[in-house]
């Protein structure tokens, strides 16, 4: 590519015959106004995603009031993997995003499944309007709406037990039940709004394979069946990856919300852990280094469920 | 759209109308669990304090009518500072990210501009590798922004998802149209400023909502940044009080103590009255987000 003809005759800026650093000028020359464009936001992602990386070195150092800090090597990650409170709180983690697969995931499914066989546009409208709203509320609203939906003395799904005959169940501070809590919070925020994602794929199915089906005399289910779920199987299984990408996360926002001391020993998960022993207890290299190992892997999930996605559906994470 | 009527000359069995009719009964019993805790909160939020001791949770209907609730919460100290320093983070928060992110998105949009992949790259490994909040609570020490309205507003200013949804929006815009205007003799700015934003209104728009739901819902960052706290949103308010059940943080200390004032209001009609109080911005702009995020999410968009 470097080029023989030195000779500075203006050479048009296409040309692949100008030396490198003049077609850098000329390419600066017409580009100029994008870098500016892109200088603002460009920055913003240095200074808020990249500086940190570099504030993460704090893992592999005793912090001291006064710097400099000590390099340390491994002995965070050392005090991490010995310390039992670690491992419970990996499993709760694990076995939260566990549950979320299995019983969260399915529903907005099922959702879209029933919300496609409505005839009527105004009534599936009005559905839709109702049914996406919770995944616009904070998780503190949510936590807020649960503490009341499930308050032992006149919460709604209490009075609804004890109609039956049940006794009454303090949901929020039984440590048994905190997962579900979790789980059936997840559902009432994202089973509406994620359903979306599965209708929009139900209305780019060809309209000609029901009429076909029709005629082979399927009745709903059949349609349903052999139609709809074959048409959106790569958008489940997208959206299954996506999850499995998410595994080490089990959402802070959440879970930071439905936390307390009384179902510490089920819910608390990595983040929260972060969080507790990083800035409320101060132990921020031990924290930082919790920190880093979920960064770690979970950039090896997401990586994974990237190019997993990639291959079998030709859609990725981004 | 989702099912126009598949030939509508057949006839429906009884049995398909049962199924129908469970179908339609499943569809509004969701409705009905999605909004009926609302309603609940916002019943009790409007009964006679009184009468709201041990009112069911099922109920939907205030019982007796008061705006004791309402009067006292939109006059307290607390709940003013927290509506005022959640407009003014969401504000500014929005508009920084709005226009931060187009511009960006425009520049990486272009397919011939230089570096353009490593810039990509750059933003990608930002979605995939978080070092975590400590890190970040870190930084934000460091650059002396802790404590101040600016750590909640900066923090994460432009968001990577909504980048990569603008960008594959202006990807879409035609080349020719561009090259048009450089004929007629406009800069790039001209060109982006004259001619592209006002092609991309409702893609900007569904950003800006996007960005106005994050940030007016954001506590986290708020909870760990702030200390000072005459500087909360109105999410970390509603949290100390109502998550935490820091009762103090609305009735007050010298409240409490006297039992006077807000101290003799039930304190589960207050709770019920902020929640909604915090949800009531989501509530007035709800129908611009169907509008514009339902049909941003039909058109490809993966995740809101």
Do not use: C
């Not at chain 1, 296409?14 to 077609?23: C, E, W």
């Not at chain 1, 139609?227 to 790569?234: A, N």
């Not at chain 1, 852990?273 to 207890?281: P, Q, S």
């Not at chain 2, 199924?19 to 499943?26: L, R």
Request: proline residues 5%; charged residues 15%; glycine residues 6%.
């Amino acid at each position: 590519m470097s080029s023989l003809d030195h000779s500075a005759t203006a050479i048009p800026a296409s040309s692949g015959n100008v030396p490198k650093f003049r077609r850098i000028a000329v390419g600066f020359r017409r580009w100029w106004p994008y870098y500016v464009m892109l200088a603002p936001g460009l920055v913003f992602f240095l200074i808020w995603h990249y500086l940190p990386i570099w504030e993460a070195k704090m893992a592999f150092e005793q912090v001291r009031i006064i710097p400099p800090n000590i390099w340390v090597g491994l002995k965070h990650f050392q005090t991490l993997f010995s310390s039992p409170v670690f491992y419970q709180v990996l499993a709760n983690t694990l076995i939260i995003s566990t549950l979320k697969i299995i019983f969260v995931f399915p529903v907005p499914i099922i959702v879209a499944l029933l919300l496609n066989e409505v005839r009527s546009g105004k009534l599936r409208k009005f559905v839709q309007s109702a049914i996406y709203l919770p995944h616009f509320l904070s998780w503190v609203v949510i936590a807020g709406i649960f503490i009341a939906i499930l308050s032992p003395s006149d919460g709604a799904v209490n009075q609804i037990t004890g109609f039956f005959g049940a006794q009454p169940t303090a949901f929020m501070t039984d440590g048994n039940s905190s997962r579900w809590v979790l789980v059936f919070s997840e559902i009432w925020r994202s089973a509406g709004w994620d359903s979306l994602l599965y209708l929009a794929a139900i209305i780019g199915i060809d309209q000609s394979l029901y009429e076909a089906a029709e005629l082979d005399g399927a009745n709903r289910w059949q349609k349903v069946l052999h139609v709809t779920i074959p048409g959106i199987v790569p958008t489940i299984a997208t959206l299954f990856i996506l999850n499995m990408g998410m595994f080490l996360s089990a959402d802070l926002n959440q879970v930071i919300n439905f936390l307390n001391d009384v179902n510490r020993g089920q819910i608390d998960i990595l983040d929260t852990y972060v969080y507790r022993i990083g800035l409320k207890t101060g132990e921020y290299s031990l924290a930082t280094a919790a920190g880093l190992f979920k960064a770690v892997f979970g950039m090896i999930l997401i990586l994974s469920a990237h190019f997993v996605s990639k291959r079998l559906t030709g859609k990725g994470v981004w | 759209m989702a099912s126009a009527p598949r030939g509508t000359a057949i006839r429906r069995t009884p049995l398909e109308r049962i199924e129908y009719a469970i179908i339609v009964t499943t569809l509004l019993a969701l409705v009905v669990v999605t909004l009926q805790p609302i309603l609940n909160l916002v019943a009790v939020s409007f009964s006679d304090p009184a009468k709201v001791a041990g009112k069911s949770g099922l109920d939907i209907w205030p019982s007796g009518f008061s705006l004791d609730v309402w009067l006292l919460l939109l006059q307290h100290p607390n709940v003013q500072r927290g509506i005022l320093n959640s407009i003014l983070i969401t504000g500014v928060a929005t508009a920084i990210g709005v226009i931060g992110t187009a511009l960006m998105a425009w520049g990486l949009s272009r397919p011939k501009l230089p570096f353009r992949r490593a810039i990509f790259i750059l933003v990608l490994i930002t979605i995939v590798f978080e070092p975590g909040i400590i890190p970040d609570y870190f930084l934000m020490k460091r650059m002396g922004l802790l404590d101040s309205y600016w750590s909640v507003i900066l923090y994460k200013a432009v968001n990577a998802w909504y980048l990569i949804i603008l960008v594959r929006f202006f990807e879409e815009v035609p080349e020719e149209l561009i090259e048009a205007a450089e004929l007629d003799g406009a800069n790039a700015f001209q060109t982006f400023f004259q001619v592209v934003l006002p092609l991309a209104k409702p893609a900007l728009a569904t950003i800006a909502l996007f960005y106005l739901v994050f940030h007016w819902n954001e506590f986290f960052r708020a909870m760990i940044y702030l200390t000072d706290q005459t500087k909360y949103p109105l999410q970390v308010v509603l949290r100390q009080f109502v998550v935490e059940g820091d009762k103090l943080a609305i009735v007050g200390a010298e409240n409490a103590a006297n039992n006077i004032g807000v101290a003799q209001i039930n304190l589960k009609a207050l709770k019920a009255g902020m929640i909604i109080i915090t949800i009531l911005p989501i509530l007035a702009i709800y129908p611009l987000i169907l509008k514009f995020f339902t049909k941003g999410t039909m058109s490809g968009a993966l995740k809101g």
